[in-house]
């Protein structure tokens, strides 16, 4: 029950129950110009059917986000996550999302649940992020903002993009904790494919693959448990 906009202290599900129009059929939810704001958000799927998430505004989570397998994600803008609490965790179910997941929540903690995979970047801002030993594919890892934060790594990363930011660790508000798995650079265009540390953090694994001509380039003083150079530009 109830009727007016949500606000970042509802949750809000898409289910069996939620076409408006009877039936069970397909239906699609559109983020409109102002961006809705949702403390849990659960997109399900109706008895029969398919649930398409549209529109061109960003969605402000400030709780947990759980997409059932087959939904269709054509929103065009970013996911943000706003949380002030820990304990919220992240489902996909192989969803190819195309926009940026933004994480700037301070105090906020995320984990996911299972592998997650971004056409575009995570951008970390604040808070703590736990991959839960899952995998994640992005074009780009920014963590070049300035407010303190713990990184939980165990999963295997693989960064498609290129370019000076394109693995952006240099903070040093940012605490590293990179136990297992990879972190991996695909791209295989003529621009330079860059690791930032900063400084002082231990990396399990760094792993540069990809033909092209662009540099591999690993900026600051760090550790490596192990470092992989498959193909060196030519």
Do not use: C, E
Not at 29 to 58: D, E, K, Q, W, Y
Not at 131 to 139: C, L, N, P, R, T
Request: without cysteine; proline residues 3%; negative net charge.
């Amino acid at each position: 029950g109830g009727s007016g906009p949500v606000t970042s202290s509802d949750n809000l599900t898409f289910d069996t129950n939620s076409n408006i129009a009877g039936s069970g059929a397909s239906y699609t939810v559109t983020a409109t110009t102002t961006a809705p704001m949702v403390a849990n958000i659960t997109f399900g799927h109706p008895s029969a059917g398919t649930l398409t998430v549209a529109g061109s505004s960003s969605f402000n989570i400030y709780g947990s986000l759980s997409v059932a397998s087959g939904v269709v994600w054509t929103n065009s803008n970013t996911v943000a996550f706003k949380a002030t609490s820990t304990g919220h965790t992240i489902t996909t179910n192989g969803l190819v999302f195309p926009d940026n997941f933004t994480f700037n929540g301070a105090g906020g903690g995320w984990t996911l649940v299972d592998s997650l995979t971004l056409d575009n970047n995570l951008i970390y801002s604040n808070g703590a992020f736990s991959d839960g030993g899952q995998s994640i594919s992005m074009a780009k890892f920014d963590g070049s903002a300035s407010n303190a934060r713990t990184l939980t790594k165990s999963g295997n990363w693989t960064i498609t993009g290129s370019g000076t930011g394109a693995g952006d660790f240099s903070s040093s508000t940012i605490t590293l904790s990179d136990t297992a798995g990879w972190i991996k650079f695909t791209d295989a265009s003529t621009t330079a494919k860059t690791l930032d540390g900063g400084s002082g953090k231990t990396f399990n694994h760094v792993w540069f693959t990809g033909a092209g001509t662009g540099d591999f380039r690993i900026l600051g003083d760090n550790t490596f448990g192990t470092l992989t150079v498959d193909t060196p530009p030519q």
